[in-house]
Every structure is written in structure tokens, then in C-alpha cells.
């Protein structure tokens, strides 16, 4: 089945300034952000750290202590929610369970007070859309929490909404029902072409589903990008462990030579790419993704430490070690699945590098000034 082009224009998203203020306490703090007609954006960060407030903020559901909401360029912070006509889903299904399915996703048209001919065929073609096409009849508790969701969804969507937000929609599935609806809401994401806001504490759902991520602490927004570029090029310790793993080596820059700085960590020299330019004698902190630590023997490794294998646990189709090599912490390292029979083992000595690729480039990890 060939899908067909978007069909709704997205629209352009901006937040200009938004705080947010319950007395003494700060939700938000000077959130600024542009989401780009048609974008698929997510606001990812840890419990409590403001991205409820934003989503709500957006919904009109709460009045923002300071800045505003742009659409298209226009202020919206005037509107009640019924008049901007976003879609919206939360992490509870909130379906009503006396209604059919249909009469759930018929609901937002009823307010609109469109005619019934109009309101069956809207209704069929979202129930369509999220493929529940036989379920019309259905009370909600006949569905599973997955399809529940896709109703949610069909009810958000079935008024043509100018943005659809999302808060933590799969928060109450479990894992299988997870990858199933985001590779739904991927295929609705493409096929209808709406400026989609979606709120997770999951990193693995916001890398999934983002073209770009917004990762929240403390009310603030700390940093923007594609999932590629916040994964390699993280710019604080936070983004570096909050999307991935990293091990986290302190150190001071000595000779700085050729976009290479040599760094001293723990009486080792460790050479390292410099996107930006650091000044010898500067504290940084290096962060190493677990998956581009290599374990020798093997040519053409940098950077080589030696010690002593404390753990391998088998995750999934690799293994993840535990190498103690004479620094404050033992560095985690998750290899590839191997085909010998001689799998590392607790006790082992290890050798550890970083693969030298042709070109000479020495990897993509980040060296960031220490905050
Ligand atoms: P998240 O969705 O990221 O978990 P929230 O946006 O729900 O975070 O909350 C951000 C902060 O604002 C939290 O510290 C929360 O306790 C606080 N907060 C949210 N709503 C209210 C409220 N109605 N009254 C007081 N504090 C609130
Ligand atoms: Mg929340």
C-alpha cells in the first residue's frame, strides 16, 4: 500500500518566554522554542521537570506566568481551548466507558455541532485511520490499553486539529504495546503531515519517534536537537546520560595539537577530538558512549588502557562489561554479540581502546567544560 502525501498543512509552533509560577515555586522558566511546520517534536526529561506544564500551557488548560504562544505568528495565549483546536491525548486513555468507540471519537464533533452524515463519515475515516475499523461498536473496557489509545487518538484527530500534543501516551503500555503504537503514531505522524508535540521521560520513545528533542530539567529547556546530534554531540553531562550511557572521566587539557587535545585523567593521557578549541590547563570532562570503547588485543586501537574485567552481563544481543583500569570508576563497555565461545569473563584481563577508523578521525565523543 503506497501511502498517500500529508494531508493537512502543519502548522508553525512558537514559545516565546514561557514561565510558569505556583507561588514561590518555578514549573517553567524562560522556555523558548520553535517547532517547525509538520514537525514531530518531543519534550523529553525526567518526573517533575516541567514538560506537563508546557504541554498544558499549549492546551490552554494552564495560564503561563510570563511569555507567550505564537501560531502561524499569532498570539494564542488569549484563546480558550476550545478555540485553538489542538488535539489532545494523555497518559490516562480518558475515553468516556458508557460510550462506543465511535461515540468516543464522534465526541469532539458533537461539539462542533456538525450533522450526523458528516460526523459518521469523519468518524469512519479516523477509526480507519488508527486501523479500528471494526471496533466501532465497542465499549472502551473490550479494548486492549494499545487500542484504547488508538481511540484516544482517532478522538484527537478526527476534528483535523492544528497541532496534536501528546502527553506520555504510552506511559500506561507495556513494552510491546509501546513499539506498536509508536510505529502507529510514526505512520500517522508521516501519512497526515500535523506539527505533532509529544512529552515522554523515555529516551528510547523520544529517539524513536523525534525529528527533533527538546530535553527538560528543572522547568528550563537545556538543550535542542535532532536525536543524532544530541546522542553525539551531547553539550552537558546531563544530555550525555540522559540520552544513552556515558562514562564520565574528569580531567585537565595538556598540548592541544591539530583539533586533539591530550587530557590527563587519573595520571593517563587520553587523546581526545576537540570540536571547540580548549586552552591547556582547562578541566573538562569526557564522555564516553559504552558502544565505541573496543576491547583489544586488536591493531589500530587509541588510547589503550589496560585492567582488569570485573562483570559481563549479556543484554540482549550484546554483552555490557564493567573494566576496572586504575580511574576513580570502572568503565562500562557494551560490545557487539561475539561468535567465539571464549566470552569474557568476570576476573579476565582486558585491554580497552578506541577503534582508529581510516580516515584518522578519532571518534565522535565529546569533550565538554566542566560544570
Ligand atoms: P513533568 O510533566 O515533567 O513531570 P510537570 O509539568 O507536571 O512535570 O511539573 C513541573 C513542576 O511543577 C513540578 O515540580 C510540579 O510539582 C509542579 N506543578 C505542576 N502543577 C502544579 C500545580 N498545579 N501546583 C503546584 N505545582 C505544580
Ligand atoms: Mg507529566
Known sequence: MTEAAPALPGHRLKLYGLSKRYGPHRALHDVTLEVAPGEFLTLLGPSGSG?????????????????EIYLDGRPISALPPDRRDFGVVFQGY????????????????????????????????ALDLVRLGAFADRKPRALSGGQQQRV??????????KL??????????????????????????????????NVTHDQEEAMALSDRIAVMRGGEIVEVGTPAELYARPRTRFVASFLGRSNFLE?????????????????????????????PGACVTLALRPERIELGPRDGLDNVLTGRLLDAVQTGPGLDLAVEVGLPEPLEV??????SPCR????????????????????????????
Open 94 to 125: 480518558a475515553l468516556f466507558p458508557h460510550l462506543s468507540v465511535a461515540a468516543n471519537v464522534a465526541f469532539p464533533l458533537e461539539v462542533r455541532g456538525l450533522g450526523r452524515a458528516d460526523i459518521r463519515a469523519k468518524v469512519a475515516a
Open 344 to 371: 569474557p569473563r568476570g576476573g579476565d584481563r582486558a585491554r580497552l581502546g578506541r577503534r582508529r577508523d581510516r580516515r584518522g578521525h578519532r571518534g565522535r565523543q565529546r569533550l565538554a567544560p566542566r560544570t
Open 334 to 339: 557494551r560490545i557487539p554479540p561475539t561468535a
Open 164 to 197: 496534536l500534543l501528546l502527553d506520555e501516551p504510552m506511559g500506561a503500555l507495556d513494552r510491546q504495546l509501546k513499539s506498536e503504537l509508536q510505529g502507529e503514531l510514526r505512520r500517522l505522524h508521516r501519512r497526515l503531515g500535523t506539527t505533532f508535540v
Open 51 to 67: 514538560k506537563t506544564t508546557v504541554l498544558m500551557a499549549l492546551a490552554g488548560f494552564v495560564e503561563p506566568s510570563d511569555g
Open 152 to 161: 484516544a487518538l482517532a478522538r484527537a484527530l478526527v476534528f483535523e486539529p
Open 251 to 279: 580531567g585537565v587539557v595538556g598540548a592541544v595539537r591539530g583539533g586533539v587535545a591530550n587530557v590527563e585523567v587519573g595520571g593517563r593521557t587520553i587523546r581526545h577530538a576537540t570540536p571547540e578549541p580548549v586552552a
